[in-house]
Protein backbone atom coordinates (compact mmCIF):
# COMPACT_ATOMS: atom_id res chain seq x y z
CA UNK A 1 0.00 0.00 0.00
CA UNK A 2 0.64 3.56 -0.57
CA UNK A 3 1.63 5.95 1.56
CA UNK A 4 -0.48 9.56 1.51
CA UNK A 5 0.88 12.90 3.37
CA UNK A 6 -2.42 15.20 3.76
CA UNK A 7 -1.76 18.67 5.00
CA UNK A 8 -4.35 21.19 6.42
CA UNK A 9 -4.29 24.94 7.85
CA UNK A 10 -5.71 24.61 11.16
CA UNK A 11 -5.55 21.76 14.44
CA UNK A 12 -8.73 22.73 15.99
CA UNK A 13 -12.47 20.85 15.17
CA UNK A 14 -14.36 22.71 12.86
CA UNK A 15 -15.97 21.79 9.63
CA UNK A 16 -13.11 21.41 7.57
CA UNK A 17 -11.35 19.89 10.37
CA UNK A 18 -13.91 17.13 10.70
CA UNK A 19 -13.50 16.89 7.01
CA UNK A 20 -10.46 16.29 6.97
CA UNK A 21 -10.85 13.25 9.53
CA UNK A 22 -13.09 11.56 7.41
CA UNK A 23 -10.60 12.06 4.66
CA UNK A 24 -8.00 10.59 6.20
CA UNK A 25 -10.51 7.44 7.12
CA UNK A 26 -11.63 6.84 4.31
CA UNK A 27 -8.14 6.32 2.50
CA UNK A 28 -7.03 4.47 5.11
CA UNK A 29 -9.55 1.91 5.28
CA UNK A 30 -8.52 1.65 1.63
CA UNK A 31 -4.86 0.19 3.27
CA UNK A 32 -2.95 3.32 2.40
CA UNK A 33 -0.73 4.77 5.06
CA UNK A 34 -1.55 8.78 6.12
CA UNK A 35 0.94 10.83 7.57
CA UNK A 36 -0.61 14.45 8.19
CA UNK A 37 1.39 17.90 8.60
CA UNK A 38 -0.44 20.25 10.50
CA UNK A 39 0.59 23.98 11.36
CA UNK A 40 -0.06 24.06 15.22
CA UNK A 41 -1.14 21.66 18.25
CA UNK A 42 -4.49 21.13 18.55
CA UNK A 43 -7.52 19.09 19.19
CA UNK A 44 -7.03 18.11 15.81
CA UNK A 45 -3.66 16.89 16.62
CA UNK A 46 -4.96 14.46 19.56
CA UNK A 47 -7.72 13.15 17.42
CA UNK A 48 -5.58 11.53 14.62
CA UNK A 49 -3.13 10.48 16.94
CA UNK A 50 -5.27 8.27 19.26
CA UNK A 51 -6.15 6.67 15.55
CA UNK A 52 -2.98 5.82 14.88
CA UNK A 53 -1.65 7.75 12.60
CA UNK A 54 1.85 9.94 11.59
CA UNK A 55 0.90 13.46 13.04
CA UNK A 56 3.56 16.19 11.80
CA UNK A 57 3.53 20.22 13.88
CA UNK A 58 5.05 22.42 12.30
CA UNK A 59 4.04 25.78 10.08
CA UNK A 60 3.02 24.99 6.45
CA UNK A 61 3.27 28.92 5.22
CA UNK A 62 -0.66 29.05 5.39
CA UNK A 63 -1.62 32.20 3.93
CA UNK A 64 -3.77 34.27 6.40
CA UNK A 65 -4.55 37.78 5.87
CA UNK A 66 -2.76 38.85 8.98
CA UNK A 67 0.47 38.21 6.98
CA UNK A 68 -0.10 40.75 4.16
CA UNK A 69 2.41 43.29 5.52
CA UNK A 70 6.22 43.58 4.82
CA UNK A 71 6.74 41.45 8.66
CA UNK A 72 3.92 39.31 7.70
CA UNK A 73 6.06 38.30 4.17
CA UNK A 74 9.25 37.39 6.19
CA UNK A 75 7.34 34.87 8.47
CA UNK A 76 6.13 33.56 5.19
CA UNK A 77 8.84 33.04 3.14
CA UNK A 78 10.40 31.89 6.49
CA UNK A 79 8.15 29.31 7.27
CA UNK A 80 7.43 28.15 3.41
CA UNK A 81 11.28 27.75 3.52
CA UNK A 82 11.44 25.47 6.53
CA UNK A 83 7.97 23.79 5.67
CA UNK A 84 9.95 22.88 1.91
CA UNK A 85 12.66 21.12 3.62
CA UNK A 86 10.64 19.33 5.96
CA UNK A 87 8.19 18.02 3.34
CA UNK A 88 10.57 16.85 1.46
CA UNK A 89 11.75 14.58 4.27
CA UNK A 90 8.93 13.39 5.02
CA UNK A 91 7.95 12.41 1.14
CA UNK A 92 11.13 10.49 0.63
CA UNK A 93 11.41 8.68 4.17
CA UNK A 94 7.62 7.50 3.99
CA UNK A 95 7.89 6.94 -0.12
CA UNK A 96 5.06 9.14 -0.47
CA UNK A 97 2.71 8.52 -3.44
CA UNK A 98 0.12 11.22 -3.45
CA UNK A 99 -0.37 14.56 -1.57
CA UNK A 100 -3.91 16.01 -0.74
CA UNK A 101 -3.53 19.63 0.39
CA UNK A 102 -6.83 20.17 2.50
CA UNK A 103 -7.13 23.83 1.68
CA UNK A 104 -6.01 25.95 -1.18
CA UNK A 105 -4.60 28.30 1.38
CA UNK A 106 -2.09 25.80 1.08
CA UNK A 107 0.19 26.68 -1.87
CA UNK A 108 2.96 24.20 -0.60
CA UNK A 109 1.78 20.67 -1.56
CA UNK A 110 1.18 22.21 -4.67
CA UNK A 111 5.00 23.29 -5.09
CA UNK A 112 6.42 19.41 -3.41
CA UNK A 113 4.07 17.65 -5.94
CA UNK A 114 6.06 19.24 -8.74
CA UNK A 115 9.26 19.29 -7.65
CA UNK A 116 9.05 15.68 -6.95
CA UNK A 117 6.43 14.88 -9.63
CA UNK A 118 3.81 13.15 -7.24
CA UNK A 119 0.16 12.89 -7.71
CA UNK A 120 -1.62 16.01 -6.04
CA UNK A 121 -5.29 16.12 -5.38
CA UNK A 122 -6.44 19.85 -4.00
CA UNK A 123 -9.53 20.19 -2.10
CA UNK A 124 -10.75 23.32 -2.62
CA UNK A 125 -13.00 24.51 0.41
CA UNK A 126 -12.57 28.27 0.34
CA UNK A 127 -14.68 31.25 -2.19
CA UNK A 128 -11.86 33.84 -2.55
CA UNK A 129 -13.01 36.85 -3.23
CA UNK A 130 -10.17 39.65 -2.09
CA UNK A 131 -7.76 40.93 -2.62
CA UNK A 132 -8.43 39.93 -6.64
CA UNK A 133 -4.84 39.67 -6.97
CA UNK A 134 -4.25 37.33 -4.56
CA UNK A 135 -7.44 35.31 -5.21
CA UNK A 136 -5.75 35.07 -9.33
CA UNK A 137 -2.70 33.65 -7.90
CA UNK A 138 -4.17 30.94 -6.18
CA UNK A 139 -6.48 29.59 -8.80
CA UNK A 140 -3.67 29.87 -11.30
CA UNK A 141 -1.53 27.35 -8.80
CA UNK A 142 -5.07 25.94 -8.46
CA UNK A 143 -4.60 24.54 -12.20
CA UNK A 144 -1.39 24.32 -12.73
CA UNK A 145 -0.18 22.54 -9.76
CA UNK A 146 -3.01 19.96 -9.23
CA UNK A 147 -4.20 16.96 -11.22
CA UNK A 148 -7.19 16.57 -9.48
CA UNK A 149 -9.26 19.69 -7.44
CA UNK A 150 -12.26 18.58 -5.24
CA UNK A 151 -14.62 21.30 -4.54
CA UNK A 152 -17.02 20.93 -1.60
CA UNK A 153 -19.77 22.83 -3.66
CA UNK A 154 -21.03 24.00 -7.26
CA UNK A 155 -20.51 27.55 -5.54
CA UNK A 156 -16.71 26.90 -5.02
CA UNK A 157 -16.14 25.46 -9.01
CA UNK A 158 -17.93 27.94 -10.34
CA UNK A 159 -15.84 30.79 -8.96
CA UNK A 160 -13.09 29.13 -9.55
CA UNK A 161 -13.81 28.57 -13.39
CA UNK A 162 -14.27 32.83 -13.38
CA UNK A 163 -10.34 33.03 -13.56
CA UNK A 164 -9.49 29.37 -14.50
CA UNK A 165 -12.52 27.75 -16.62
CA UNK A 166 -9.48 25.05 -18.22
CA UNK A 167 -9.93 22.87 -14.73
CA UNK A 168 -13.02 22.07 -15.62
CA UNK A 169 -11.90 18.44 -16.98
CA UNK A 170 -9.89 17.79 -13.65
CA UNK A 171 -12.72 18.89 -11.38
CA UNK A 172 -15.25 17.67 -9.15
CA UNK A 173 -17.99 18.08 -6.48
CA UNK A 174 -17.52 16.38 -3.62
CA UNK A 175 -20.21 17.17 -1.23
CA UNK A 176 -19.24 16.94 2.81
CA UNK A 177 -21.11 14.76 4.75
CA UNK A 178 -21.62 13.86 8.26
CA UNK A 179 -22.66 10.82 10.71
CA UNK A 180 -26.08 12.54 11.55
CA UNK A 181 -26.31 9.61 14.07
CA UNK A 182 -24.15 11.45 16.01
CA UNK A 183 -26.12 14.56 16.34
CA UNK A 184 -29.13 12.81 18.07
CA UNK A 185 -27.81 12.97 21.74
CA UNK A 186 -26.60 16.46 22.72
CA UNK A 187 -27.28 17.88 26.64
CA UNK A 188 -28.63 21.08 25.64
CA UNK A 189 -30.22 21.58 28.50
CA UNK A 190 -26.98 21.49 30.32
CA UNK A 191 -26.00 24.89 27.98
CA UNK A 192 -29.14 26.11 28.58
CA UNK A 193 -29.22 25.65 32.56
CA UNK A 194 -25.95 27.28 32.56
CA UNK A 195 -27.32 30.26 30.86
CA UNK A 196 -29.82 30.94 32.87
CA UNK A 197 -32.74 29.93 30.40
CA UNK A 198 -36.30 28.19 30.67
CA UNK A 199 -38.07 26.26 28.82
CA UNK A 200 -40.30 28.77 27.66
CA UNK A 201 -37.03 30.75 26.37
CA UNK A 202 -35.88 30.63 23.06
CA UNK A 203 -32.10 29.83 22.05
CA UNK A 204 -30.72 31.82 18.82
CA UNK A 205 -26.99 30.53 18.07
CA UNK A 206 -24.56 30.54 15.28
CA UNK A 207 -21.24 28.23 15.22
CA UNK A 208 -18.47 29.96 13.42
CA UNK A 209 -14.67 30.78 13.79
CA UNK A 210 -14.52 34.29 14.83
CA UNK A 211 -12.92 36.43 11.72
CA UNK A 212 -13.47 39.31 9.33
CA UNK A 213 -16.54 37.55 7.22
CA UNK A 214 -18.05 34.53 9.42
CA UNK A 215 -20.60 37.01 10.37
CA UNK A 216 -20.41 37.80 14.21
CA UNK A 217 -20.89 41.19 13.68
CA UNK A 218 -24.12 40.99 11.89
CA UNK A 219 -25.73 38.32 13.65
CA UNK A 220 -24.85 40.81 16.22
CA UNK A 221 -27.26 43.36 14.51
CA UNK A 222 -30.04 41.17 13.69
CA UNK A 223 -29.97 40.42 17.74
CA UNK A 224 -30.27 44.04 18.51
CA UNK A 225 -33.69 44.61 17.48
CA UNK A 226 -35.32 41.03 18.13
CA UNK A 227 -34.15 41.46 21.55
CA UNK A 228 -36.15 44.77 22.15
CA UNK A 229 -39.01 42.92 20.65
CA UNK A 230 -39.60 39.63 22.74
CA UNK A 231 -38.04 39.34 26.02
CA UNK A 232 -37.96 35.44 26.07
CA UNK A 233 -35.11 35.40 22.97
CA UNK A 234 -31.63 34.90 23.52
CA UNK A 235 -28.67 35.17 21.43
CA UNK A 236 -25.79 32.94 21.74
CA UNK A 237 -22.41 32.87 19.21
CA UNK A 238 -19.90 29.74 19.12
CA UNK A 239 -16.78 30.56 18.10
CA UNK A 240 -12.67 31.19 18.55
CA UNK A 241 -10.05 33.36 16.05
CA UNK A 242 -6.93 31.89 14.65
CA UNK A 243 -4.22 32.05 16.85
CA UNK A 244 -3.06 35.18 16.56
CA UNK A 245 -6.12 36.67 16.04
CA UNK A 246 -7.25 36.94 19.50
CA UNK A 247 -7.79 40.79 19.23
CA UNK A 248 -10.97 39.90 16.85
CA UNK A 249 -12.93 37.82 19.81
CA UNK A 250 -11.89 40.53 22.18
CA UNK A 251 -13.26 43.33 19.46
CA UNK A 252 -16.66 40.73 19.09
CA UNK A 253 -17.00 41.04 22.88
CA UNK A 254 -16.29 44.71 23.33
CA UNK A 255 -19.07 45.33 20.58
CA UNK A 256 -21.50 43.22 22.59
CA UNK A 257 -21.21 45.26 25.81
CA UNK A 258 -23.99 47.25 24.69
CA UNK A 259 -26.20 44.87 24.23
CA UNK A 260 -28.72 44.48 27.19
CA UNK A 261 -27.41 42.07 29.44
CA UNK A 262 -27.34 38.47 29.91
CA UNK A 263 -29.13 38.31 26.68
CA UNK A 264 -26.24 37.82 24.54
CA UNK A 265 -23.70 35.40 24.89
CA UNK A 266 -20.38 34.95 23.82
CA UNK A 267 -18.34 31.55 24.40
CA UNK A 268 -15.34 30.04 22.54
CA UNK A 269 -15.17 27.16 20.68
CA UNK A 270 -16.41 23.81 22.32
CA UNK A 271 -15.37 20.37 20.96
CA UNK A 272 -19.20 19.56 22.58
CA UNK A 273 -20.61 21.38 19.43
CA UNK A 274 -23.50 18.62 19.76
CA UNK A 275 -24.74 20.18 23.47
CA UNK A 276 -24.97 23.53 21.56
CA UNK A 277 -27.05 22.85 18.49
CA UNK A 278 -29.53 20.78 21.13
CA UNK A 279 -29.42 24.01 23.17
CA UNK A 280 -30.60 26.31 20.22
CA UNK A 281 -34.18 26.58 19.15
CA UNK A 282 -32.45 28.58 15.74
CA UNK A 283 -29.64 28.07 14.39
CA UNK A 284 -28.33 31.04 11.86
CA UNK A 285 -25.26 31.48 9.50
CA UNK A 286 -24.39 34.79 8.60
CA UNK A 287 -21.09 34.48 6.62
CA UNK A 288 -21.71 38.05 4.93
CA UNK A 289 -19.13 36.63 1.87
CA UNK A 290 -19.84 33.33 0.54
CA UNK A 291 -19.42 30.11 2.42
CA UNK A 292 -18.26 26.98 0.33
CA UNK A 293 -19.71 24.81 2.42
CA UNK A 294 -20.24 24.86 5.90
CA UNK A 295 -20.21 22.03 7.83
CA UNK A 296 -21.76 23.74 10.48
CA UNK A 297 -25.57 24.05 8.80
CA UNK A 298 -25.20 20.30 8.00
CA UNK A 299 -25.05 19.64 11.55
CA UNK A 300 -27.63 22.07 12.37
CA UNK A 301 -29.92 20.02 9.78
CA UNK A 302 -28.70 16.58 11.61
CA UNK A 303 -30.50 18.27 14.62
CA UNK A 304 -33.70 19.30 12.54
CA UNK A 305 -32.81 23.11 13.42
CA UNK A 306 -34.98 25.98 12.14
CA UNK A 307 -32.52 27.22 10.30
CA UNK A 308 -31.86 30.74 8.61
CA UNK A 309 -28.71 30.83 6.09
CA UNK A 310 -27.41 33.89 4.02
CA UNK A 311 -28.35 33.59 0.36
CA UNK A 312 -24.74 33.12 -1.22
CA UNK A 313 -22.09 30.08 -1.61
CA UNK A 314 -22.67 26.54 -0.99
CA UNK A 315 -25.72 27.36 2.00
CA UNK A 316 -28.22 27.98 -1.30
CA UNK A 317 -27.30 24.23 -2.50
CA UNK A 318 -28.11 22.67 1.36
CA UNK A 319 -30.92 25.15 2.15
CA UNK A 320 -34.54 25.19 0.24
CA UNK A 321 -35.96 28.37 0.81
CA UNK A 322 -39.41 28.36 2.78
CA UNK A 323 -39.10 24.44 2.99
CA UNK A 324 -35.68 23.31 4.79
CA UNK A 325 -34.99 26.94 6.08
CA UNK A 326 -34.85 30.13 5.07
CA UNK A 327 -32.37 31.73 2.83
CA UNK A 328 -31.95 35.34 2.66
CA UNK A 329 -31.78 37.36 0.09
CA UNK A 330 -30.14 39.79 -0.56
CA UNK A 331 -27.43 38.52 0.73
CA UNK A 332 -26.81 40.41 4.56
CA UNK A 333 -29.78 42.33 4.92
CA UNK A 334 -30.29 42.86 8.45
CA UNK A 335 -33.96 43.52 8.14
CA UNK A 336 -34.93 40.17 6.13
CA UNK A 337 -32.96 38.22 8.92
CA UNK A 338 -34.87 39.75 11.50
CA UNK A 339 -38.57 39.01 9.24
CA UNK A 340 -37.38 35.37 8.49
CA UNK A 341 -36.32 34.83 12.70
CA UNK A 342 -39.74 36.49 13.83
CA UNK A 343 -41.75 34.09 11.52
CA UNK A 344 -39.48 31.17 13.26
CA UNK A 345 -40.14 32.83 16.78
CA UNK A 346 -43.81 33.17 16.36
CA UNK A 347 -44.56 29.59 15.12
CA UNK A 348 -43.27 26.22 17.30
CA UNK A 349 -45.00 24.47 14.11
CA UNK A 350 -42.92 26.14 11.04
CA UNK A 351 -39.77 25.39 13.11
CA UNK A 352 -40.64 21.70 13.51
CA UNK A 353 -41.79 21.39 9.88
CA UNK A 354 -39.05 23.37 8.85
CA UNK A 355 -36.55 20.95 11.26
CA UNK A 356 -37.84 17.66 9.81
CA UNK A 357 -37.32 18.93 6.05
CA UNK A 358 -33.69 19.91 6.74
CA UNK A 359 -32.81 16.54 8.71
CA UNK A 360 -34.53 14.22 5.75
CA UNK A 361 -32.43 16.46 3.28
CA UNK A 362 -29.04 15.72 5.14
CA UNK A 363 -29.68 12.19 5.71
CA UNK A 364 -30.37 11.52 1.92
CA UNK A 365 -27.68 13.82 0.26
CA UNK A 366 -24.87 14.40 2.85
CA UNK A 367 -24.72 11.10 4.35
CA UNK A 368 -20.99 10.64 5.27
CA UNK A 369 -21.06 7.06 3.23
CA UNK A 370 -21.60 9.12 -0.07
CA UNK A 371 -19.01 11.02 1.19
CA UNK A 372 -16.27 8.00 1.75
CA UNK A 373 -17.28 6.42 -1.36
CA UNK A 374 -16.90 9.38 -3.46
CA UNK A 375 -13.41 10.53 -2.04
CA UNK A 376 -12.28 6.78 -2.44
CA UNK A 377 -13.35 6.74 -6.34
CA UNK A 378 -11.14 10.03 -6.48
CA UNK A 379 -7.85 8.03 -4.48
CA UNK A 380 -8.35 4.76 -6.60
CA UNK A 381 -7.44 6.99 -10.02
CA UNK A 382 -4.26 7.58 -8.61
CA UNK A 383 -3.32 4.72 -6.31
CA UNK A 384 -2.74 1.41 -6.22
CA UNK A 385 -4.73 -1.04 -4.38
CA UNK A 386 -4.88 -4.86 -2.78
Known sequence: MSSVLFLHSSSDLYGSDRSLIRTVDAVSDMGHTACICLPYEGPLVEV??????????FSLGVLRRKYFNPIGLFYIIGSFS????KLTRIVKSHNVKLIHS????ILIGGIISRLLKITHIWHV???LTSPIFLRKIIHRCLASMSDEILA???STLDHILIDEPRVIDKSNVIYNGIETSKYYNGDGNSIRKDLGLNQNDLLIGMIARVNNWKGQDLFMKIAEK???EFDNVYFLALGS???GMEYLLEEFREKADHLPKGKFFIHEFSENVNDYLAAYDVFILPSTQPDPFPTSVLEAMATQKAIIVNGHGGSIEMIVNENSGFVIEPPNSVGNFEAALRKFILSPGLRKDMGM??????NEQYSVEAYRNKIQEIFKKYLKCE
Open 48 to 57: LRKKGHRVYV
Open 82 to 85: LALF
Open 102 to 105: NTST
Open 125 to 127: REI
Open 152 to 154: VSK
Open 226 to 228: IIN
Open 241 to 243: PFQ
Open 357 to 362: HAYKKV
